[in-house]
């Protein structure tokens, strides 16, 4: 199991995670880490901020949270974002991290967009 607590920090009653955006990939999954932040593909364009919606909604879905939860406190014109996910303990962020990581970065690939519950 590889180490995530990196990529997030607590705020309050959620966390801050830190991510990097690829727009125009040809699905939209997480798939793996990028120097500091993990990677996320996103099928959009950076139009309108569709590819920002779309990073929320994988967020979202890959932390079994609703979208409405989810915030860019940083970064919204960059690929290197910050998003607020409140409320949520760390150690399910911990969790769900390292298991989609590990899964992006299994020798066939990632297979699914989220955490298993």
Not at 77 to 101: F, H, Q, W, Y
């Amino acid at each position: 199991m590889s180490s995530v607590s990196d990529l997030y920090s607590t705020d309050g009653d959620g966390v801050v995670l830190r991510v990097h955006v690829q727009p125009r990939a040809g699905r939209s999954a997480v798939v793996g880490r990028h120097r500091d932040p993990h990677l996320q593909r996103v099928a959009v364009a950076p139009l309108d901020d569709r590819a920002n919606e779309a990073t929320i909604e994988l967020v979202a879905e890959m932390l079994d949270v609703p979208k409405q939860q989810v915030s860019i406190v940083a970064g919204e014109r960059s690929r290197v974002k910050r998003l607020r996910v409140t409320p949520i303990e760390a150690e399910d962020v911990e969790s769900r991290l390292r298991v989609l990581l590990d899964d992006a970065t299994a020798p066939d690939g990632p297979r699914r967009r989220r955490a298993p519950d």
